[in-house]
Every structure is written in C-alpha cells, then in structure tokens.
C-alpha cells in the first residue's frame, strides 16, 4: 500500500495556473478550500516555460505554486512536462519528431508528439525530470510525482525502426529464429539481413488498422513500441528516484488502451493511476471492467483515479453533461473498485485552444454558484466525512477474469474469420454477467497467481504463453472452474496456430477440439439450445458472430445449436478434468444466456454474491481493511429503487445512519456504509 | 450601381469555342441570336493557348472571337485565364505546385492548382491579365473583366509558411501578443520564435478537417489564406485598372463558401457575380439565402448570376436534369433576390474531359429543338421583353440577418460540443423562417450598417469583434429588435472564450448568461414549452441538437424546457434593453417554432411581408428603382397554386398583362409585375 | 484445346511445402491419394529460397518436391515465384517498389509489390523463369506453367511515368494527336512537351478513386498498366518457351477484375486459368458470368478452374464457411461453364501470417476425418469416376454478351451522371435473366466473332471502337437481334463523346437519339408502362438509376414511362434495321422486365433453353464433345426441388442411372449426365 501521507481521500485535479494571472491563481486557491480539494497535479504541460531555450532552466513559476500550496496546506501531484516537447525543440532537432502510420514525417504541433526512440527527446526528457527532482527533493508538498501524461501513439521513424531491430536481435538471437516465428516462408518474405525488417506501416504491410499482411512483425512491433515508450516513462521514473529514494511515482494510463501492455508498465509504476472518461452510450459495467482491470495490473493493489470530468467532455461527438448525481456516482465507482483518490481534469477551465470546451470545477464563468460547482463541493464534504477508513482497503475475489493484451493484439491482427471480432467486447460481456449479479472479479492476466480462485473466466484466450498454458491447467487439476469461449488456444507467442488445431495445448482440458468456425454478419442468428437444465439456464437463447463446430474428447454437451447445418452440435460444453471443471461457450450467446451461466456456476462452485438479489442496474462491492468491511450500493438507474440488505446490519459512513432491511435508494444515488455484526 | 452598358438583363455565359473548329463557332452565333443571347463569358480557361511559352503571347484567337462577337453585336465578359496554369509552367517553375492538406506536394493537373504565394503564380498571372488590357483596352465588346475563375482551396507549402509568418508579425507585432492571442500555454506550444511557425495540416495541428489542437493557429492561417488568394486577385484587378481606369472587374464567387470571407473580397470587386448551383435537394429558401448573402456582402448591389446550369449538372452523386420550367425559375429567382444578369456555365458541351456530362445550352447533339434550348431561347424572349427596368433595382428590407465567416470559421474549429454543430445550416433555418413568411431579409456582417433595420437576428453569433458588440449593443439600445440564439458571444476575435461565460460583452443585453450547454445525439429530443401565448407561438416545440442551461439576470422567460433535469429551466427568453428588446433562444427548434417566432416579431416591431398570406413553397420579393416598385412571385411548388393579391393592384411584365384579385399559378410558374396604384 | 496429358479432370491445387518440415510432405502425399488428387501447383512464393542472393539459386526443394510428385504419380504445375521479390533485392535495388496511388514510395511487404517498369525485376524475374525452365525443361512431371501469381494493382513511379510517355508516343506519334485525344483544351491543359505527361493519381489529376479529370489521360494509363503488366508476363512467358516449345503456359487471372484488360491477356496465355471465390452474397449467377467470360476471352476454349477455396475465406469481413455441398456444387459450377480442372488454393493451411485462416483441404487438425477434408475426397472420387470425358468439350450458344473492359473503364470514369452507375452490375442483370431462363451465353467483345450468333446483348456499351460499330451494324444488319440499353455508343476510344449525341455511330441501327439522361437518387423510381403485351413482357415494371429521355428516329415504342415530366417518353423502343432488330432499353428495369425481355426475344428468336421450365435456382448447362452432349444441372438452393426433363433421356454420370420425367433434386445437388437418344 502506497502512503501519499494524507488523512483522507485526496481530492482534487489538474491546475494550471501557469494559463493565468497570478490573481486568479488566489481565486482558485479560495474556491479549492470551499470546495475540500487538497490535491492539485501541476506542471503538466510546461516544457517550454520550464526550458526556453536549450541551455536555460527556469522554475520560478513552480516554485510560486508549490509555495501557494503549501502555504494553503494542500499537496501536490508533480509531472514532469514531457508530454509536450517545446516549439524550439523540433525545429532545432527534428529527430524528435514522430514519422505516422501513413509513413509522413510530422511537424510541429499536437502534444504527445515525441519518438520514442528520439536521442534528443532521450536526453532532455530525463533530464528535465531529474532538474525537477533535484530542486524539490525536500519538497514534502509534493505527495507523488507523475511522469509525462497519457502515454499514447506509436511512431514508425527510421530510429524506432534500428531499435526495433536491436529489441529483434534481442528476443531472438538469430535470423533463422526470427524467419520461424515470424513464418515468413510464407509468400517468400525470408529475412536474410537484419537490416531487411521494416516497420509495419502503409508504406509495408499494412494496408489498414486492422489490415496486415504479416501478423508477426505487427504483433512484435506493438511489443516493441510498448516498451518502447516504457522505456521512455522508466527513464524519467530513473532520474526521479535517482534524488528522491522514497518518491511515489506514477504515470496516467487510458485504461483499456490498447496500443500498451499496462500489466507490463503497472511493474514500473509505484501505483497504478489512470483517467476515466466513459462515453455516455457505455454500459457502467465497462467502466467498472476498466476499473478492475487497473486494480488487477497491479495485483489488487489498490489505483488512483487521476482524471475524469466533472461535467462535459469536448472530444465526443455529443458532449453530453454529466446529469445530476452522476459525477458523484461515478467517483464512487472508482472508489468502490479500488480507487484511493478522486481527482478531476481540470481545475479551471482555458479560455482557448483544444481543451476549451472541456469541462472543469471552474469553469469559464468562474463561479462558485453554478451546479457543478456545487456539485463538486457537495463531494468534497463527503470524502471529508469518510476521512481514512476506506484508504488501502481492498477487495477480495473468487472470480478471475482473464485479460491479456497479447490475444487482444493477436486476435484483432488476423485477417479472419470476422471483422466484428473484438477482443474487448467479448471480454466485457462475460464481466457484465457478474457485475449484475454481485460477484466481484478480479483481473487476471500472465504472471498471476490464479491459486485463489474458484472460478477463471478466459473469454477468446486466443494467444497462449507455455506458462498459460501450464497455469490454467494446473488451476482445473486443482480443483478450478474454467469458462472459456470460442477462440481459445488459437495461437501461440508468435500467433502460430497451434498444430492439431484450437483450443490447442488445451484440449485435454476442454475435451474437445474446434473441427470448423463459421463467422456470419450481424443480422445472421443461431440458437443455443439447453439440453438440460442448468438452474438458471435453460430453454433456448440467441447467439452470433461467431460458432465453433466441436469435436467431442470427453466433455459433455450441455447445449447444442438451435438451426443451420450445424443444428445439433455443442454448442456448450463441460468437461472434467484433475479435480475441476472446463466449459467452453462455442458461440457468442446473448446477455441472458450468460446471466444464466453465471447463476449456474455461483450454484455450483458456491460463490457468494456482495449482495443477493440486486435490481436491475444497481452495482455492489466491497472492500475490505484490518477486519472491517465496506459496503458500496450504487444506483445507476435514473430512477429510485429499492435494494433489500437480507440479514446484513450496515452503518452509513456518510450519515452515520444505520441501514438494515430494505432500503430505498434515489437516483444515482451512493451508499457507502461499514458492516457491522447483527444482533441475533 | 455599376452599368455595363446594356439595354436589358445580359443573358449568355461561358462559351469556350477555343474547344472548336471555326465553323462551330458560327453556329454557336446563329443559335445565341436565336436564343436573344448576348452576353458571352470568354478566355477562362485559355493559358497556355495565349502563352505556349515563357516568351510567347499568342492573342489571335481571342482578337477572332471578340470581331465575331463584335460583328454580332454581342458583349464579351473578358476572363484572365488565370485559374489553371500550363503545365509547361509546372515542370519549369514547381514553386506553382500546392502542398495540400496531407502535406504532399501535388505535380501538374487539375484547375485551381496554383499556389497562392508563388513568386511565378504572383509574377506571370497579373502579367497576362496586364498583357490582355493593354491589348483589349479600347474594345467596347468587352461588357466586365473577369478574374481567373472560382477561386478555390488552400496551399500548406513552404512559401505560403513564410508568407502567413510575415501576416502573422504584421497582425500582432510581437510574439507575446501572438502567444496571449492563441493561448500557447497550453500544452506548451509557447512560440519562441517566429520560425516556429507551421502552417496547420495533418503534418502538423489538424488530424481531421474538423478535428484541430490549435484552435487561434487554424483560425489565423484561414484569414491569411482568405487573404492571400485575395491578393493575387488584387494584382491581376490593378493590373488591368492600370490599364483600363473604368473596366468593370469581378470574380465569380460560389455563395456559402467557407474558405474565403467574401466580405473582404467584395470590398475589392467592382460588382458581385457568383455561380449558384443549388443541389436538388436543398430547399430552395436556401438559395435565396445565397442570394441575399451574395447582394449582402457588397451591401445591396445588385450582383451577376454569373453561372447556372440550364440543366444538370456532372459533378453531384445524382444528377437530375431541371425539370421543366425549373431553370426559369431558379433564373427568376436570382433576379428576385438582386441579380442583374441570367448567365450559364456553359454554352456549348465539351466534348471530353471532365466535365463532358455538364449541362450546357448547347448539348452534344447541337441540335436547337431540345427541350433545353427551347426553354432556354423562351427565357431570352421574356429577358428581352422585360428589357432595362428591373436592372440596377434593389430590395428594400427591415430585418437584418448576421452571416460572419469568423463565427462560421470559430464555430465549426471547436472540439466541442457537438459536431452536428453546423453554422449555416442554423443561420439557413432562421432565414427559411422570414422567407416563408414573405418578409424580406438583408444579410449583414461586420461593419454593415445596422441603423436601417427593425430587427437584427444573429444566429450562433459565436465570435464577436468588439466593433460587432458595440453595433449589437447600440441597435438594441436605439430601440431595435434582436434575437439571437445558443452559442452567442461565446469567444472574441482570437477565439479565446470570454471569461464571465456566454453570452459575453452581451450579457447585459439579453438579461442572462449560460451556465452549461448540453449536446445530445440527433435522436435525442427535448421539448419548448411556452409560458405565454405570444400570438403565432404557442403550445410545445420539438427541440434538439445544444441545449443552453441558462441563469437569468433581467431577461424575462417566456418558454421553458418540457424534459430532462433542465425541464422548467429557460429555452426562450426576452430582455428589454434601453429603447430595444432582446430574445435568446436556447436550443435549435423545429421549423414550426421559427415559423412562430417571426409571426410574433412581424406583429411586435410592425414588419409587413411582401405579400401576406403566401401559400406554402411560393416565394415573394419586391425589387424597387426611381420609385417603382418590381414584384416577384416563384411558384416553387410542382404544383397549380392560388395566390391572393390582397388589395394589389398589379401589371404583369411578361404579357402586360392586369393582375388582381387571386392568381393561379401554374407549376414553377413566376410572376414578374409592376405594382400599380389601386383604384380606389 | 490445351492437352495436360491427364486422363481425368485434374484435381488438386496450391502446395506450399516449402512452409513444413519433410515429415508432413509425406503426411500430405498420403492424404492426397486418400482424396484423388492429381495435380498440384507448387512453387507459388518462394522467390528468396530459390534465390538467396543476387548470385546464387537453389532449387534443391524443388527438385525433392518433384521427386516426390513423380514417385507418387502426380503432376506438378509449376509457377515462377515471382509474384513476391525477396527482401534483400527491395534493399538493394528500390526501383522494384511501387508508388501508391497517394504518390507514396513503398517499401518491402506484401506480394504483387513489385513495379513492372522496373529495370530490376524485369531483369530477375524473367531470369528465374528461365532458371526454371532451363532446369526442368525435360520435366514430364510439369504438367503445365505457371507464371507469378494473380498481378495486381498499379503503380505510378518515375519509371512507369517513363514508360507510359514512351507508350503515348507510341499509340499518338505527336502531341497533336495527344492533345485532340485527350480535350486538353478543356481547362487549359494543353501539352507542350511530352515530359509533361504525370501518372493520374492523387498528387494530378484524381481526387478519388472514382474521382478524376482528366478522362482521356486516365483512360490510357489504365490500359497502358495492363499492357505493363502483360509485357513482364510476357517476358516470363517467353523465357519458358525458349527452353520448352510446346510448354502449356498460363497465370491465374481473377476473374472480373477491372484493372486489367484480360481479353488482350488471354491472347498471350496457352489457357486461361482463374482464381474462384464469390462472396456468399454474391448471386450464383454472377459467378456463372464470369465462368463465360473466362472462357470467352479466349473464345470458348476450355479454362482451368486455377483456386477456389475447400471452405471458407479470410479475407471476407464474415467468412462463413461453405455449408455441405456448396464446394461440390461450385466446382461442377465451373466445370458446367467450361471449366477442365477443379483446384483449389490450398493443400495446407499455414500455421502463420496473413492467410492462416484461410480454409483448406488439409487444415490445422492435420486430420483426414474433418467435414471439409471429407467432402473433398467424396468430389475426388467423382471426378475419378468421370474420367476423360468432359475434357476438352465446349458449350454452344445462340446468344452472345458484349463484355469490354474499355466501356467498364470509360463508363465508371465520368464524373457523372450517376456514381450508382456500375458496369458490371448492369452486364450481371442482363446475364442473369438468360441464365434464369436456361439460355446459354458466350461472353464476347472487341475482335470476337458475331456471326454465329442470333442475339447480342450490349448493356452500356458505352465506348465504341470503329470496328465495334462495323461489327455491331452487320450483325443487324444480316438478320441479327440487338438488345442495347442507356449509355450505349456514348463515347469514341479516346472518351470523347459522339457528337450528335447518344447512342452515336449507332442511331441508325437503334433508329433514335438520346436527348438527356434523367440520374435520380436509389430511392427515386419510375415505372415501365408495356404498350403492348410482348409474350411474358405486359403490364408496368418499376426502373431506376438512369433514364434516357429519348427522340425517336424510325424505331417502335414498346413501353413508355409511366411517371414524372417524361411520362409516356419511349422506355423501350424496337427498330428494324436491315435484316434484323434493335431493342433499346431505356432505363433500368426490375429483374422481373429482364425476365419477361428474355421470354419475348426467345420466341422471336426461336432460342432454345437447355432445358424447359426450369425451377428458380437450378442452372443448367450443356457441353459437347465429338457429337456427345453432357448435361449439368446445378440445385443452387438449399432445398429440394423437382425438375422435370420433358422428352430428355438421360445417362447420370456420376451413378450409371438412367434419367427422365421429373428428377428430384436434393439440396445443393448436382447432375452431371449425358444425354441418350429417347426411344421412341
């Protein structure tokens, strides 16, 4: 658990004085106290004040905020400017400019514009972040540092190019290793030269984002370009440690980005901390997926909500304003999966350039008296009232999903068998069907210990690591319930398809092999069909996209295909194997059928629900701290509902009230309370 | 008013019998006469013809069709040739070539290819329009001068860098009034230098047409590129001037184009001309709201309909022919709305090329018994009847609408709120309101003069020039009319949002200011509900697209919103400001609304229509010389309607003859009359 | 007739051994026997392991290939490797990477990436044909060549902008001629040099695919890329024929593939061989077209059905996988069409890269006991049990379908009247009415033999040669029957319009002239109005799309329109013209028009179906051979249905039966059996 050294759930966001006279500054700093904000993450953007010119260093105006603070008794959140390279850079060396997926050479402009391979942006970067930790090394008002922000992009230079080769000679020694994995037999694209690998752009092999011609170069070139730009965050994480042993140090993810494997860079990340934006059209299941995953990159530790807007975005098509209640109910989600800040972009909204329409705590009027400000200090008393109770609490579960950036990169690379194929989708659906019914889930990936676990969830586990394959079968021979999907076992590192065919060194698992996969367009259904009551699932459900046509190997069906020429086959499996379970979802099913399953399967492996029987669109979780238990009611529904609490007796940690019996919950409305033993 | 010498409207067009062998052309000849055609647009697009090289100039095509038209007694509209370079000139001078808006540099092809900073576009252009007057200076066959033609498009090469650098210094003199004006600070793209300066494409701060990060750099860089086609405009316009000291010199604008502010360009040409091609299914309102704009930007003077097709044209997905009747009408309808001249693009069809498929008076068949030629030979007899009255009239009008190409620019640059966003279509929908309602509209800008008017509507008038705040704030305050809608006042000449919120500098004036605007998806409806019966208004409207959260400081509400968490919260509102009155209407309604809404202002500030009563789809516009008065009716239904003339008294100029009472006009038929005394 | 000296339709198709350890190649052969296959292709890409460097080749795994084929008594069709170079010489030699249409310089990746102007590749890749040749000249187990493999695309490189300014001076001699071809008056874009002709892509003079202006300029670089690719066909072609005289020499074309002009290809090829894979929504009768037209571009000699794949794509958005017997069904398709050879693309599906899900006979499983690998062995026993027969036997047809890849490129190139308007949509409807109908057709165009056919249909015939008129006005004129529609005889070679207007050089023969052509939106209709009952043509039909508004000059009207201001306008129109007829349709009709035409042109033609009455979705075909006659009957629905073969005794081939009366046909089923002479 990672200290900030504060008493309560810091609260706050970006500011950015450096857009504003010094008498607004003092303005913010008076509605900050109104409104209990007490952190600010600064110096997000400011690489050109912070070095105007190559050899000159000026902090003035930092000194000036970290002093204004910590005159007001609030912290800091330090980045580190380097999202942003300065005008004078790029044109005084261009190498740190990015070259695009359309192979053009880029200028000046945009943030998030530097190659990660760029000497020059190698040199100044690190730099820059060491001058800052130099100077405030003894700084206690800065409570964790944050480097560059929002990680994003790749880049298809000719530098990234020769370190791609170098990151190649690497992993595989020798050519011939490469022409293997890369199976460039295939149309004669043999590399007999280190110097013949090109970056996969439209200028190669790639004829759109999700068109390409060699899988394996794209695959290992989204590995390099990952770490790539880790290495670029581990640098500045360097020069930061280098002065301050003991700093906390982070950097805002997008949580699920794709271009980067986050479980990669949660390692070099003293704490996760990330920016949540969901659409308004979003399932809030997703956003709970989301924030699941961010506590599961870090093994359950628990995350930071580093940005969210307190109303409106700008960057949507329809930038919707947040409805009454709804930030409110949406930090506490955060909170409910494990966030131990609620922070916001941005603290006062600019008056001009890309961001200008974004909302902020302040916005262009500068008002203490509008709703959202109001809304915003309404929040801030509460998270006053809870104090440090919630703070490195966490959350246990029986339940992992399994989330790989590999199969997401993997199983979207392939020409085939169909374009609506989304990884993430199909991984949503599955953590829906637990979220409506109250299991909590963790997220899992490669490197996990899966001992804990009952059950493992493993939606198109397409692309299998020996060590995969080795821990899911030693989770079933132990005892473990496995789900998977279509998909599963496809490919191995490389994305080689596994001889014998899917699920591949699984099989014996699942007793059974996939013989054919029919792909049909979205208006094209079939059925799942039971075959035997399941207790929760039975009858006939809808299901598309996709259909495995098994070959059985011992596992029994338990649902077979409802129409077309595969009527009869299985559609659902179940197979024992060691002292556990496999299934295997052979098609993707509609909501109601995985409602179902998840009945099922809390029946059997005896899964306790957070909270039996919740309504429709009310979520419930629980973290947990030094033997105490804190209970999350969210109410997602616009409408009131009531939730019965069975024979749990709560305390309401934002009222004191008592809760027992039924209760009736406003719309999107949040009950946060402690569980506290019954009187019998 | 500017004479060109004619006894009635000029009808003709482009004809381009370079594309011939002489014998054509005397057919040509002999079917104008029979079409009372006697205006030819010639020499648009001749360049290499009259310069095969650097040294060469070669006239003598030109000197033959001018004695034939001569001969003829035919005028000439004398074209530069200027808008499509020789290719010669491409291979030996590429600094002609465009850079366009991928970065790419583009080689030879294509009209309206030259780069408007180009030192050779700059020197051999104003010397071939020089070299034309000093040869034609003393033919009286040439009526105008016509520069180029449809000047089109933006350059992202080298030379327009520097050039929009030197605007750039001149515009603001230092680079801290530069950086306060695009407000550099954020994401750190502080300039330190002027050579930090790039042009803004997909190399550099664009990554979509709409999609930009540096809202003030985009916003300058399409004021200088307005500009600087402008300029080579001006050159080959002094060029000739030098020689003819009383040419009437033009260049045929396109209506609504975004790209150039027409507002400048009127101030340098000697009369308006424009080339209306309205897409078969734009209503029609529309094109006379062109129109307006087009007689609005040179303050009510008359303009040219310089082009139209008498048919269809090549270039739409669809391209209907007319149906009958329907050039006539749309000819009328120029006229109607200020035009002086009914002239085509083109007389006679190419045979090849691109545009092979565009109508033309003359098709492939050169046959004088099409449908085509005989409607077009029946215009030219009514032209010739009509003969010299209507010519130099003007429209008469209490309404003023705002049409600025800054708040069309600014509006549409913004990330946020919403990319339904679209500034004419708001601008075009109040428009449709009034001429539905037979109330003639003058569209104004920027320094027009306001103190003519009764109302002043000043729809998405998003960026205000303090000059616009002072003349919107003195209209209301000498007792106009204004009503305005959401996303008024929002930002100022640099696109920096005003502090304080929307409606900025004119908050006193409407009595409120906007605390929030709420952006929702095209399906996504809300509803106005009047408070009161404002006679015509009354009842609930659909709404939809932003919704302005207002806060009331004066205004009065005289409709709220039906739904949502903003029902009961303003949607329209009136302020009374010193003699004047000021409405701010908060969403974008349904046409019924606007409908309502101008038959209450008509009834409030005593505005009369044209004609009262107009039935649906018929149009009426009253044009007015030396004290009479020219009445216009468009049927522009495909349908009989009848029509009640009140109390008028009228004298059909097409027949001579007497009209009162109801009329019946036919299917797109048009009434072209004389007001004449009623006796009594 | 091509003879590959097999006794049987060979069966097999692409074998990439090359990809596998030596182990599976004998897996494979055994799997080969197991389902009767015969011939394999071989050597497809292998380009760097033939040659590894500029200096060395190797074809040590060839040669073992070929041992093993032989040893086991199968054929090999060898291909030359050389539709992919090798990295090293996209390293080496760059002039062998193509330039985009966005004017981009490629580099190394994918296939049909190497520029056909090329100095490089036209040096190496003919010189590894003849390596080839050379080396297994004495090779009986080469059954036939295989040149590269389906060439693709353009390119638009300095080279070929070289080659294609010699190729105009070439095809013009001067730039008079150029010039006039061209209409480079038209917007000024006279040449003066002929180092100023630009390759048409998006840096000149096309803003789209679809979107140009320069017709003329683009017309002839479309056809000098196809005679580009051709020459290094040709070189390869000729580099095997130097060492092997009587090689039977052919490339796999596909299909309707509008780049290349394959009727000018086919003149260089000893047997055309195509690559088969509708889309499952692609009509059955499409694909039948485009059998015809294979086998018409080379006159109705026999073709090789080159790939088809055993089950499903990759590279389709949804690739389902052929449902039983449609891979059956489809392959006697081709056969019934004048296919000699039933291959598929491939063997073995590869483990990695871009098409590894692709299906094929033996997939990932390896097994022999997969659906897919058993519906292949079932068809390989057939095609054994037919034996020689069918080979070499020709269909005979009264009906002839003008085909030209001129008018396709022509049509699609205007910028209007319609983007809807799609050439081979428009021949496909007309194709697919006789095909309902059971009307054999032969595919013919420019050069082709017309005299012995009674029926010649040329739907949009837009571009006329002066010998296609020669060829058209005879036929007619000698007694044939003419079935034309809209934007016939619009164009001359060059793409200038006829003067005179449509259908040009042939208004004689259709006795009218086009006026306009009406281009209305999808959802805009009009209606047929049958002036007199034609025999299974009465009553209204419903047109779209286009609509010529028609003068008539000699010919009849049939049918009129039945809406808007050209109601009662001829729609179609019958001339009579010498010894023969000429219909003319003027728009385009509802399939069921289609329908009925076909009826009325058969009783007035006295066509003969192949078979009476035939149900909806049964096709059926005839091929002959030395006085015998093969019937085909194809159930292309996933039903049974009944067809009842009148008088016709029949032999089924595949069983020994014997046919007559009403057959019934099972789901998918075929009959492939020769007719007997019915006992009185």
């Known amino acids: 658990m990672i200290d900030l050294g504060m008493k309560k759930i810091p ?29 600010l993450t600064i110096n997000v953007f400011a690489w050109t004040r912070l070095q105007p010119s190559e050899e000159t260093y000026d902090f003035s105006l930092l000194d000036e905020m970290l002093a204004l603070l910590k005159a007001n008794g609030m912290l800091a959140c330090m980045a580190t400017s380097t999202a942003a390279h300065p005008a004078w850079m790029a044109t005084k060396y261009p190498d740190i400019l990015r070259v695009d997926f359309q192979g053009r050479k880029r200028k000046y402009g945009d943030r998030h514009n530097s190659c990660p391979s760029s000497p020059t942006y190698r040199h100044f970067a690190p730099r820059l972040a060491e001058e800052l930790a130099k100077r405030y090394k003894d700084e206690d008002t800065i409570a964790l540092w944050h480097v560059s922000n929002e990680y994003t992009g790749i880049c298809y230079c000719e530098n990234c190019e020769k370190s791609f080769r170098a990151w190649l000679k690497n992993r595989y020694q020798t050519l011939d290793a490469l022409n293997q994995a890369w199976n460039t037999t295939f149309w004669s694209q043999t590399l007999t030269d280190w110097d013949e690998i090109v970056v996969p752009n439209q200028l190669t092999v790639q004829w759109a984002e999700r068109g390409m011609c060699q899988q394996g170069l794209v695959l290992d070139y989204t590995r390099f370009n990952s770490d790539n730009h880790l290495e670029c965050y581990t640098l500045e994480h360097e020069a930061i440690r280098k002065h301050i042993p003991d700093a906390v140090i982070t950097t805002n993810l997008m949580g699920a980005y794709k271009q980067y ?27 709970s997926l989301i924030h699941d995953l961010m506590r599961g990159i870090k093994d359950g530790q628990p995350f930071l909500l580093m940005e969210q807007t307190p109303s409106q975005t700008n960057w949507q098509p329809y930038n919707w304003v947040k409805r009454p209640g709804q930030m409110r109910l949406g930090s506490y989600q955060a909170v409910a999966h494990g966030a131990d800040s609620v922070l916001f972009f941005q603290m006062r909204q600019s008056v001009g350039a890309c961001e200008k329409f974004h909302g902020a705590v302040i916005d262009h009027t500068g008002r203490n008296d509008t709703r959202v400000f109001r809304e915003v200090a309404a929040l801030g008393a509460e998270l006053q009232k809870l104090g440090p109770d919630l703070i490195g609490s966490t959350l246990d579960s029986e339940v992992a999903l399994w989330f790989d950036w590999d199969s997401w990169w993997a199983s979207e690379n392939s020409a085939g068998p169909s374009v609506d194929l989304h990884y993430m989708n199909q991984v949503s659906r599955y953590y829906s069907a637990f979220n409506r019914a109250g299991i ?76 054919e996969i029919d792909a049909l367009p979205p208006g094209q259904k079939n059925s799942i069909v039971m075959q035997a009551d399941l207790g929760g699932l039975s009858g006939t459900y809808e299901c598309n996209l996709l259909f495995d046509l098994l070959r059985l190997g011992g596992a029994e069906v338990l649902a077979t295909y409802g129409s077309d020429f595969y009527a009869g086959h299985p559609a659902l499996t179940r197979n024992l194997y060691g002292k556990g379970t496999a299934y295997y979802v052979a098609t993707s099913p509609e909501e109601a059928f995985l409602q179902g399953l998840v009945h099922h399967l809390c029946q059997e492996a005896h899964l306790k629900p957070v909270l039996e029987n919740l309504p429709t669109g009310v979520e419930a979780t629980r973290r947990s701290k030094g033997g105490r238990d804190f209970l999350f009611l969210l109410n997602h529904n616009a409408a009131e509902v009531e939730v019965n609490l069975g024979s749990r007796s709560l305390q309401n940690l934002l009222n004191d009230q008592h809760l027992s019996g039924t209760l009736t919950l406003k719309p999107r409305d949040v009950i946060v309370a402690e569980e506290v033993p019954v009187l019998a």
Chains 1, 2, 3 share one sequence.
């Not at 700093?29 to 952190?39: H, N, Q, S, Y």
């Not at 494997?261 to 956003?287: E, F, G, L």
């Open 11 to 39: 609260y706050g966001g970006d500011w950015n004085p450096e857009q504003w006279e010094r008498e607004i500054w003092d303005q913010d700093i008076e509605m900050f106290k109104e409104a209990g904000i007490d952190l």
């Open 261 to 287: 494997n986050y479980r990669d860079w949660a390692k070099k990340m003293d704490v996760v901390s990330w920016d949540c934006y969901p659409s308004p059209t979003q399932p809030y299941s997703h956003t």
């Open 440 to 515: 909590q889930v963790d997220v899992v990936g490669p490197g996990s210990d899966l001992s804990k676990y009952r059950l493992l969830v493993t939606p198109v586990m397409y692309l299998l690591h020996p060590e995969d394959v080795e821990a899911v079968t030693s989770f079933v021979q132990n005892g473990g319930t496995l789900v998977s999907s279509f998909l599963t076992g496809v490919a191995d590192a490389s994305d080689r398809v596994f001889r014998g065919g899917a699920p591949g060194p699984l099989r014996e698992v699942f007793g059974l092999w996939s013989e």
